[in-house]
């Protein structure tokens, strides 16, 4: 790095997001990119000699940028969000600029210490108990993603089963998840060398909002043990990827610890609104399980990428996980024993970024009630979306409205009509993201088509949602949604 043309050049890169920003409301949200389409714009093979920041800016808005999926566009309402901000921003510069590598507590004592006071941080925002909190006896780690902290705890749960019933006990270990968990427990647990026979996949409805029951675990549960099998790690989400469905945590979690079951509950998207009083009756009985996982890079004003995890029992986790290679071996006293953490051994990586400076840069910047704040607009814009479908007979909710996640789909005319709604439902959405004017993802449950709206843009606001209301309405006339009966 060159102290002397550093300010210059991440100017220029500063000042060329700071257009992208004024305007990213005003390009279609998502253009048509076809396949290889970069291949032919693009030289075969990286310039021989360095090309000025100037040069490279100037094919990023020429190439690239046309062909973007606006993620940060306001009237982005597919997937969940990734939300980028100002003090995102700033922290991931000033962890990047940094770029210390806190793998260990020798190799960055301070960038150790401040995950840890971010990681308790958090977990008193989003409501959980002390015993998840470093102060409490468990502790957070920030990871990259859902998928790998969700490894992580795989991983424990594991290893602490498996000493107890020997490494064959591989084969009779169960794992419970609902047909609403996301599919990161299905690859973590082929991941951690789960049998993929021993996954169960338990069946929700719209009696429960798609959320599980206790009776459905409970009845999986006893079969399997019936059966000689050994129950070893179950998901609870609050609030799922598809619907935005919540589990009961704690009737889940009494019923893990009946069986001495890993009980994780995944939070990544929803979890942002965990940090608002009214939205805290989720995570009751969170004190019965072992790990909580939520991705403040989805609804925190967090940019990519930044995931916590927190568990009961550190010691779970690292007698998982933790290697000692000497090259790694802490010799001054005060970063080596017990109580000192090493964040190599409560995660895959070795090497890992500094995130918690940028948590720590939202939470400043923002605080508990600026955030609570920004949570609770979104909420009340889904809410807008959601009684303006209810208020047209033509569309129907799909499941409740827990977050700012609001699933429609136009409602079948007569009885028997289901795949040709189903069919019309498709063409909406792809009438809705051809217009360039928002973009909306799909979902599938009980076999019908429905679409997904996630408010959550850092950018967006009611006249985004508004008129996102009207382009499904004008799409839904086109694609023949209102023919006569
Ligand atoms: N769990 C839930 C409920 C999610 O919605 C998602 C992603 O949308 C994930 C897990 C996966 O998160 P990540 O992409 O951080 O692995």
Redesign the pocket.
């Known amino acids: 790095l060159n102290p002397d043309t550093f300010t210059g050049e991440s100017c220029a890169v500063i000042n060329f997001l700071a257009d992208y920003y004024r305007d990213v409301d005003t390009y279609p949200v998502q253009p048509e990119a076809m396949p290889g389409c970069l291949r032919t714009l693009l030289p075969d093979a990286p310039p021989e000699n360095g090309e000025q920041m100037d040069v490279i800016l100037e094919e990023v808005w020429r190439h690239i940028v046309p062909a973007l999926t606006h993620w940060q566009s306001p009237k982005f309402f597919g997937?969940?969000q990734a939300n980028a901000s100002t003090a995102g921003f700033a922290g991931e510069t000033l962890s990047t600029g940094l770029n210390v590598v806190p793998f260990t507590r020798a190799a960055s004592p301070v960038a150790t210490e401040l995950e840890g006071v971010v990681m308790d941080w958090m977990g008193k925002l989003v409501g959980l108990p002390d015993r998840f909190l470093f102060f409490g006896g468990g502790g957070g780690v920030l990871h990259?993603?859902?998928?790998?902290?969700?490894v992580c705890t795989l991983a424990a749960a594991l290893d602490r089963a498996l000493s107890r019933l020997g490494h064959e006990g591989i084969l009779r270990l169960v794992v419970y998840a609902s047909d609403q968990?996301?599919s990161?427990f299905q690859k973590g647990a082929r991941i951690v060398g789960m049998p993929r026979s021993n996954f169960r996949v338990i069946r929700t409805s719209a009696a429960s909002g798609y959320g599980l029951t206790a009776a459905s675990v409970r009845d999986a549960v006893e079969a399997d043990v019936a059966s000689g099998l050994v129950p070893l790690y179950l998901c609870a989400?609050v609030?799922?990827?598809g619907l935005g469905a919540v589990d009961p945590v704690r009737d889940l979690g009494e019923l893990a610890r009946r069986h001495g079951i890993w009980l994780h509950v995944?939070?990544?998207?929803?979890g942002s609104a965990l940090i608002c009083p009214e939205f805290q009756h989720h995570i009751d009985g969170a004190e019965l399980a072992d790990s909580v996982s939520m991705?403040p890079?989805?609804w925190f004003l967090t940019n990519m990428?930044c995931?916590c995890l927190w568990v009961a029992s550190p010691a779970a986790l690292t007698s998982a996980l933790s290697t000692n290679p000497e090259y790694l071996s802490n010799v001054t006293e005060e970063s080596a024993g017990a109580g000192v953490v090493d964040y190599k051994d409560w995660q895959i990586a070795l090497s890992r970024p500094f995130r918690a400076m940028k948590l720590w840069v939202v939470l400043r910047r923002y605080g508990g009630a600026g955030m609570r704040a920004y949570v609770r607009r979104h909420v009340e814009m889904a809410k807008w979306f959601e009684q303006a479908l209810e208020a047209d007979g033509r569309f129907e909710v799909v499941a409740p409205t827990r977050f700012s996640l609001v699933t429609f789909r136009l409602r079948p005319r007569h009885e028997g009509d289901g795949d040709a709604v189903d069919g019309l439902n498709r063409r909406l959405l792809v009438a809705v993201n051809a217009s360039g004017r928002a973009f909306m993802t799909h979902f599938v449950v009980d076999g019908k088509f429905v679409i997904r709206m996630a408010v959550g843009g850092a950018m967006t606001e009611i006249r985004h949602v508004q008129d996102t209301w009207e382009l499904v309405r004008e799409k839904a006339e086109e694609v023949g949604a209102l023919l006569k009966d």
């Not at 990259?144 to 969700?150: K, Y």
Request: hydrophobic share 25%.
């Open positions: 997937y969940f990259g993603s859902t998928c790998e902290a969700v968990s996301h990161t989400t609030g799922t990827t995944d939070a990544a998207y929803a991705n890079h989805k990428d995931c």
